[in-house]
């Protein structure tokens, strides 16, 4: 089976500074791996995906993400962080299927 | 861009009494739509796959008589909450798949709709 961890549930940052969330997941082939993210109240926004081919992807609002086969993991990252950024974002797994696992989801808060 | 629009945002309703939550693609057709739960400060939980014209699968531990699925278009798919309790009270939220089945098609999600029962 499929599953995602997401070891952080909160980071806070200060405006301005980069980002990194971590995320590891678990599949026994190449998997389809995706960032989402969730404001207040809201469904989820697609930040970027992987399915295969160069290991860097490039998302919407400057985010990018590195598939690491060694590392299973699929780490978000971004260079300077705005405060609008603060939000809520999942990563998720996909390969069984048609569905995809999500994880719990890490918290993001930005200071000024 | 493709849209999902899930209807209602927020719903208040008494305990015993049903809600029907609603979920439209409206500028493309949703062979597959997904139906999820969401507890505060936590994940989305799959609660069914709905494909249009046949039965939704359910997720283990999902009760389907009480989660009723509906997907009578391929624009429409709507999940209906039975005699609904407190415990029911949550975040629900709706997502499409955009041009097929495959887990590359684009996957378009509603805003979600807050049931809180009484």
């Known amino acids: 089976a499929q599953s995602v961890t997401q070891p952080d549930i909160h980071i806070t940052v200060s405006e301005g500074a980069s980002l990194e969330l971590r995320c590891n997941y678990s599949y026994g082939a190449t998997p389809y791996l995706f960032w989402y993210v969730q404001s207040p109240g809201q469904g989820l926004q697609l930040l970027l995906k992987y399915f295969s081919g160069d290991t860097l992807v490039q998302g919407i609002k400057g985010f990018e993400a590195e598939f690491k086969r060694s590392q299973s993991s699929f780490n978000l990252r971004k260079p300077s962080v705005h405060w609008s950024d603060a939000a809520e974002y999942f990563c998720a797994v996909g390969g069984g299927g048609n569905k995809l696992t999500f994880g719990t989801g890490t918290q993001l808060k930005v200071e000024l | 861009g493709a849209v999902v629009s899930q209807h209602p945002s927020r719903v208040i309703c008494k305990s015993g009494t049903s809600v029907k939550i609603e979920c439209r693609s409206l500028?493309?057709?949703?062979?597959?739509m997904f139906w999820y739960r969401q507890f505060p400060k936590q994940s989305l939980m799959l609660m069914a796959t709905?494909?249009?014209?046949?039965?939704?699968?359910?997720e283990q531990g999902v009760e389907k008589d009480k989660f009723l699925i509906n997907h009578a278009s391929l624009t429409l798919s709507t999940l209906t909450v039975t005699s609904a309790h407190p415990e029911d009270s949550s975040f629900y939220i709706c997502s499409a798949r955009d041009g097929g089945h495959r887990l590359d098609s684009p996957l378009h999600f509603g805003n979600g709709t807050r049931l809180t029962v009484t």
């Open positions: 500028d493309f057709q949703a062979t597959t």
């Open positions: 709905s494909n249009e014209g046949s039965k939704a699968t359910y």
